[in-house]
């Protein structure tokens, strides 16, 4: 499809699929997939000054701050792939401060649209319990789709394990942090307009069908306000 300077973001709790709804995104409209971990790990290999910042505090243990999360951002939005030509956010902004911050980063334009991929907790939790993981190379599996031998990695021969994290336990509660932490950024595009629910249970394909129609549909009825 021809590039269209679309502004999006996807929000998305963790196995609702965003990271890989992101991605037919970004295909679909011809702009790029701007993930806040993927632009971490790029400052810190890029050995750049900021990048050494970055990697202090990721290797101190510490959270990144806001300032040098906009930083990245700033950065990664100068780039010739994004520059003028839009992006779709993965996992930022995750704080009301955060997109108060990128609304006046972006000025004189905005945030086209934010789409809210919604699928029910339990459907979330067994997805993730179910995960298997390789311990050594960490190809994922599942128990509905699990390595051909036992639980010994296809690909290296490790054991495939369930990470602690994975536990039926450990992903409601970070599920509910989630929802908790979440809840104002939702609100505050809700109250914008900008906000754009999705059905995310069903296939990949079907979810990336609703989703294109939802954002489709939001920046044709941005259009006719303008």
């Not at 993930?35 to 959270?63: F, H, I, Q, Y």
């Not at 409601?172 to 908790?180: H, M, P, V």
Request: charged share 25%; net charge neutral; hydrophobic share 40%.
């Amino acid at each position: 499809m021809t590039a269209r300077a679309v502004r999006l973001i996807v929000l998305g709790k963790q196995g609702s699929g965003k990271g890989t709804q992101c991605v037919r995104v970004a295909s679909h409209y011809g702009i790029p997939h701007v993930s806040t971990g993927d632009m971490l790990r790029a400052a810190v290999k890029s050995a750049s000054p900021l990048g050494e910042r970055v990697k202090r505090t990721m290797e101190a243990g510490e959270l990144v701050s806001d300032d040098i999360i906009l930083e990245v951002i700033a950065a990664r939005l100068k780039e010739p792939d994004a520059a003028g030509n839009g992006f779709v956010f993965d996992g930022f902004p995750r704080t009301v401060g955060q997109a108060d911050r990128l609304d006046a980063m972006l000025l004189p334009e905005a945030i086209d649209a934010v789409a809210s991929l919604e699928i029910p907790t339990g459907v979330v939790v067994a997805r993730i319990a179910g995960r298997r993981t390789c311990s050594s190379c960490g190809r994922v599996y599942s128990l509905a789709d699990p390595p051909r031998a036992g639980w010994t990695c296809d690909t290296c021969g490790g054991d495939v394990v369930q990470r602690d994290d994975d536990t039926e336990e450990a992903v409601t509660r970070r599920l509910a942090l989630y929802d908790a932490q979440t809840a104002p950024l939702i609100a505050r595009y809700r109250q914008a307009g900008k906000l754009v629910p999705v059905d995310a249970d069903g296939t990949i394909d079907e979810v990336a069908g609703r989703l294109v129609a939802a954002i489709d549909a939001r920046l044709a009825a941005g259009r006719v306000r303008a």
